[in-house]
C-alpha cells in the first residue's frame, strides 16, 4: 500500500488560523508515522487560502532527517511552482486538474486548456529540478455543477497527459459524489489503457461510505490512497458544503480487515492523532 497523510487538505480550510509553530509541530510527528508522502504545503494565493500564507516557513522546518517520507506542495500555476521549487524539503508538486471546466475555473482561474498548457511547462520544470509531479483529477467522478459525468471524459484526459509523460494521477472524488460504482468503473478501465500511469485514489465522502469506497477501488487493483486523520477538511473552492476526506484510520482499519501490508507505525501515528485532536478539537 502506497500511503499519502494530508495535513494540507485537513489544514486549508479551517476557519482559525494554525499557529504555524503547530503546524510544523504537528507534520514533523507524522514524519514518525510512515507514511510514503505527506501532502503538508501550499504555494497558492493567500488571498484565497489564507491558511497556507505561512507554507515557506512550514516548508524550511520539516525534519527530513525523521524518515524517508517525501513532502508534497500544491500549486496551482507555474509561478507557484518556482516558489515551491526553492525548498529543498519538497519532493513532489501537485496540481489540480479539473475533469470539470466550472471547477478548472473556480479552482485555478483558468479554463482546462489553459491549466494543461500550464502543466506541461511544469513538468518540465520538475524536471530540471529533479522533482516529482502528482497530477490531482479534481471532480474525476462527478460534480455539483449539473455537468454531465461520462468516464469517457476522465479517459480523454488521461490519454492527454500520458502522451505528455505524466506518470501519477491521483483520481479525486472532491465534492463526495462518487458511488462504488463509479469508482469501479474508473478504477477498472483506466490503469488498464495507461500502463505506465500509477493511478491512485483521493476520496472526499462521509465517514460511514469510508470503507465501501475503499472497497471499490482496492478490487479493481488500486494501492495508493490519499487520506486525513478524522476526515477533517475538504476544497474550500468546490462549494460552502465541505465533504470531509477520506479518514485515515478508517484507511487503517480497511487494510487490517483485508490484511494488506503497510509500514505505519501506529504508536506515532496514536501521538499523531492527538496532537490533530488539540488543533481540530474533534
Known sequence: MFLTECPRDAMQGWDEFIPTSKKIDYINSLMEVGFDVLDCVSFVSPKAIPQMADSAEVAENIDKSISNTKISAIIGNYRGAEKALKHQSVDILGFPFSISETFQHRNT????????????????????????????????????????????????????????????????DTTGVATTETISVLFEKLPARY??????????????????????????????????????????????DLVGNMPTEQVINFMSVEKAEHKLNLLNFESSYNKAKDIFHF
Request: aromatic share 16%; with cysteine.
Open 195 to 240: 500502463p505506465a500511469i500509477d493511478f491512485g485514489a483521493h476520496f472526499h465522502n462521509r465517514y460511514e461510505e469510508s470503507y465501501s469506497k475503499l472497497k471499490a477501488a482496492y478490487d479493481q487493483g488500486c494501492r495508493r490512497f490519499d487520506s486525513a486523520i478524522k476526515g477533517i477538511g475538504g476544497c474550500p473552492m468546490a462549494k460552502d
Open 109 to 172: 482561474n483558468k479554463n482546462q486548456e489553459e491549466a494543461f498548457n500550464d502543466i506541461v511547462k511544469i513538468i518540465e520544470l520538475t524536471k530540471a529540478e529533479n522533482r516529482e509531479f502528482n497530477l490531482y483529477f479534481s471532480m474525476a467522478f462527478g460534480n455539483p455543477y449539473g455537468e454531465m459525468w461520462k468516464w469517457e471524459d476522465v479517459d480523454f484526459w488521461a490519454n492527454r497527459f500520458s502522451e505528455i509523460g505524466v506518470k501519477n494521477i491521483l483520481l479525486s
